[in-house]
């Protein structure tokens, strides 16, 4: 895995932005997986500042969202699809009709995640995927376990996934739905490049353990060592348990 160390959150952030443009100035059709979290809003901000200045045109662009909640409509305020309008759909010239997300509010959840790992095949496959890491070393809603599912599922989350959700549902983890949907490690493994972004001290031992320890199940992100292409952009404080 290909490491860069930036000395501030927001130069990761830029670093990221200026990535995807990039990718979007080489091949204006690109195919993009986008994450959620707290730590992609800025390289989202800078993004549309991008887009703003005419350096980042996703006309052309299609995108894949990660993951999203079960059991509530794309509308509801606490839906990943409402926070990528916020942060970036609603400021850029991407084209709806290519903006693909999990509806968490299908009525069969099996057959809405196999629709939509074939939509992502007939996209022709991911270019580039963005990806954010959790403390515990989780990917999207791939989290540690026994085992993990290849492709896209219905998760049924952790206790402590919902606390920290639980800003986007009026602060109370009651309120955060009790499964979601995700692309599983297979699908994300698929995409032909790999920029994951982490960023603080919360995050340097999950980033240590991804990067040098053993491929488990036990820590998602791990599973990233398989890929050829994978890119971590992180900030001094995640970097900080690293050998120079
Ligand atoms: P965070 O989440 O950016 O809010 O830390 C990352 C993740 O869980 O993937």
Same mark, same amino acid.
């Given at each position: 895995m290909k =490491?860069?160390i930036?000395?501030?959150?927001?130069a990761?952030?830029s670093?990221?932005a200026e990535?995807?443009?990039?990718?979007?100035a080489?091949?204006p059709?690109? =195919?993009?997986?986008?994450p959620?979290?707290?730590t992609p809003i800025?390289?989202y901000?800078e993004?549309?500042?991008?887009?703003?200045?005419?350096?980042a045109?996703f006309s052309?662009?299609?995108?894949f969202?990660?993951?999203?909640?079960?059991?509530i409509?794309?509308l509801?305020a606490?839906?990943?699809?409402?926070?990528m309008?916020?942060?970036l759909?609603?400021?850029?010239n991407l084209?709806?009709a290519?903006?693909h997300?999990?509806?968490g509010?299908?009525?069969?959840?099996?057959a809405?995640?196999?629709?939509y790992e074939?939509?992502?095949?007939?996209?022709?496959?991911?270019?580039?995927?963005?990806?954010?890491?959790g403390?515990?070393?989780h990917?999207?809603?791939?989290e540690p376990?026994?085992e993990l599912?290849?492709?896209?599922?219905r998760?049924?989350l952790?206790?402590?996934?919902?606390r920290?959700?639980?800003?986007?549902?009026?602060?109370?983890?009651a309120n955060v739905?009790r499964?979601a949907l995700?692309?599983?490690?297979?699908?994300?493994?698929k995409?032909?490049?790999i920029v994951?972004?982490?960023t603080g001290?919360?995050?340097?031992?999950?980033?240590?353990?991804?990067?040098?320890?053993p491929?488990?199940t036990?820590?998602?992100?791990?599973?990233l060592?398989?890929?050829?292409r994978?890119?971590l952009?992180?900030d001094?404080?995640?970097a900080s348990?690293?050998?120079?």
């Amino acid at each position: 895995m290909k =490491v860069r160390i930036f000395d501030t959150p927001e130069a990761v952030a830029s670093a990221l932005a200026e990535r995807v443009a990039d990718a979007l100035a080489a091949r204006p059709s690109l =195919v993009l997986g986008l994450p959620t979290g707290r730590t992609p809003i800025a390289a989202y901000a800078e993004l549309r500042r991008l887009h703003t200045a005419g350096r980042a045109d996703f006309s052309r662009a299609s995108t894949f969202n990660l993951d999203e909640f079960a059991g509530i409509p794309a509308l509801h305020a606490g839906s990943f699809r409402a926070f990528m309008d916020r942060h970036l759909f609603g400021a850029v010239n991407l084209p709806p009709a290519r903006i693909h997300f999990l509806d968490g509010a299908a009525d069969d959840l099996d057959a809405e995640c196999a629709r939509y790992e074939a939509a992502i095949e007939a996209a022709g496959g991911l270019d580039l995927q963005m990806l954010g890491i959790g403390a515990n070393g989780h990917i999207g809603f791939n989290e540690p376990g026994d085992e993990l599912a290849a492709r896209t599922h219905r998760v049924r989350l952790a206790d402590t996934t919902r606390r920290d959700n639980a800003p986007l549902f009026g602060g109370d983890p009651a309120n955060v739905p009790r499964e979601a949907l995700s692309m599983g490690m297979g699908t994300i493994l698929k995409a032909a490049e790999i920029v994951l972004i982490a960023t603080g001290e919360r995050k340097a031992q999950c980033v240590e353990r991804a990067i040098g320890g053993p491929v488990t199940t036990r820590l998602p992100a791990s599973f990233l060592q398989l890929h050829p292409r994978v890119e971590l952009y992180l900030d001094r404080a995640a970097a900080s348990r690293l050998r120079p």
